[in-house]
């Protein structure tokens, strides 16, 4: 979004900031950040690391807190299993979290971008401050890289790409924890890999894809890939909270003189804000540039310049495009933010609705193809059907099935019907009704699925009888 913020030329939105007008890779070096809101996001980032990696071991009920296993097309999000039959429940869910970002995205801008998203956690908080342990600060991670292949640069570049490929190990465990669960990942540890090619094999698969978005691809996915970033300007308006620089109070920028008195505004020119920017751009180019991840790196630098030069601290801070222009205090409540909650409220409404009434189990019942119907010596009419069950708990369920809106008597063929925990039960019965009771030659029936006394899911089917 072009806005008034801007000190220089526009050109700087034509391209991204790390490719060159070749369209060749720029290697951004940042300078190691320091200071308050770095030490608080640091604080946020373990807090967040040990949740993900506790996540895979937290059971409700028997069930992971989260398992996402596509293989199997089970879901498990807070201990509720969810199978493709609730794929409207899911829809509903989807809805629910994409109208929750955009909320959040109109009022607080990126803050999920520099603080919470994985991959900024991942790539700021633990393979760049190793890169920062072995290589240095960005000066000498600069000049390692120039230098030619000698034992130091063999030995850094050594320990960093074995401690990151280890790292990429366990992050691909971890995935793969969240997708078949922590029980079958166990399996694959302690079992073998030649016992689980597959899942050894996706093991190795993802490690080689983190390890290449950490050491190699690393802001690239923020400013190329990731479409909530690329959605920014749609969602943020000039009233959202973004990290910006206070131009009005920082400009006609100019270097720091010594014994001459200072007529520029605030900015000093020092460039520390880019030098430490991990995308590679200019704050001062203006608030909301797609490649701004709003990290806050670039506050707390431009923080520690302003108390060097003895002036107020925040001239990069958080702030509403609007309030910059405007000097007007931030407001939570626009129109747009009202519109948004109300849909929220609607969607969460009806996700609780769904949630609260869904069923333990889901059956479906189909009569055998290829049979009619049969009577018996009573003159009784005998249809034969197939059931499946699905169980959405984490438990066993004998299940014992009967008419609901009709008389009559139901018989399973062969054993008894068993539901295992999140399994699924299919077996084959016979309905019998008296003719009398029938409605025609096809009659609606009910059919309920009991665990004992307690009615867990009914179904409708069809009933074949002779037409008089
Ligand atoms: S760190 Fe602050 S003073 Fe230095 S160039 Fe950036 S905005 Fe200006
Ligand atoms: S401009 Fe500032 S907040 Fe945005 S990515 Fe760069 S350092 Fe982080």
């Known amino acids: 979004m072009a806005s008034k913020i801007q000190t220089a030329p526009d050109e700087f939105r034509d391209h991204i900031s790390t490719v060159d007008e070749q369209g060749k890779r720029l290697w951004v070096y940042p300078k190691k950040p320091k200071g308050k809101l770095y030490d608080y996001r640091k604080y946020v ?79 700021e908080m633990v393979f760049r401050r190793i890169e920062y342990a072995i290589e240095g600060d960005y000066t000498k991670q600069r000049a390692l890289d120039k230098m030619p292949w000698n034992a130091e640069k063999i030995g850094k570049k050594s320990a960093k790409i074995t401690i990151f490929l280890l790292i990429s190990f ?64 749609v969602m943020q308006d000039k009233k959202t909270v973004v990290v910006a620089y206070d131009y009005g109070r920082g400009e006609p920028r100019g270097k720091l003189r010594k014994n001459q008195e200072r007529t520029e505004g605030d900015c000093i020119d020092c460039h520390q804000c880019v030098q430490v920017c991990p995308t590679g751009i200019d704050i001062r180019n203006g608030a909301q540039q797609l490649e701004c991840i709003n990290c806050t790196a670039c ?29 007007k205090k931030w407001t939570f409540f626009t129109p747009r933010v009202m519109g948004y909650t109300a849909v929220l409220a609607i969607l969460l409404t009806a996700l609780t609705t769904l949630l609260l009434t869904r069923d333990d189990a889901e059956a479906t019942i189909l009569r055998t193809p290829g049979q009619l119907y049969q009577k018996t010596e009573q003159g009784h009419i005998k249809n034969l059907y197939n059931i499946s069950v699905i169980n959405k708990t984490n438990h066993e369920m004998p299940l014992t099935l009967k008419l609901i809106d009709k008389k009559g008597t139901i018989k399973v063929i062969g054993n008894e019907l068993i539901l295992p925990a999140q399994g699924i039960a299919e077996g084959v019965f016979f309905t019998e009704i008296a003719k009398a009771d029938l409605t025609g030659m096809n009659s609606e029936i009910e059919i309920g699925v009991y665990h004992g006394d307690e009615l867990i899911t009914t179904t409708d089917t069809k009933f074949l009888g002779p037409a008089n």
């Open 45 to 123: 980032s373990y807090l967040l690391l040990a949740l993900l990696f506790a996540g895979p071991f937290i059971k409700i009920n028997g069930l992971p807190l989260l398992m996402l296993n596509v293989v199997e097309r089970k879901f498990v999000i807070f201990g509720v299993l969810f199978w493709p039959q609730d794929f409207f429940i899911m829809v509903v869910a989807f809805l629910t979290m994409v109208v929750f970002i955009i909320l959040f995205t109109v009022v607080y801008g990126r803050i999920f971008c520099g603080w919470i998203c994985p991959q900024t956690i991942f790539m």
């Open 170 to 233: 366990l992050i691909s465990n971890l995935f793969l924890a969240y997708i078949i669960g922590i029980d079958e990942l166990q399996k694959i540890i302690t079992d073998g890999p030649l016992e689980h090619k597959a899942g050894f094999g996706a093991l190795l698969l993802f490690t080689g894809v983190f390890f290449w978005v950490f050491a190699w691809f690393r802001e690239q996915v923020c400013t190329i890939v990731c479409p909530y970033g690329r959605l920014q300007g």
């Open 299 to 327: 506050i707390d630098v431009c923080n520690d310049i302003m108390r060097m030069i003895e002036k107020p601290e925040g001239l990069i801070r958080y702030e509403s495009e609007e309030a910059l222009e405007t000097g």
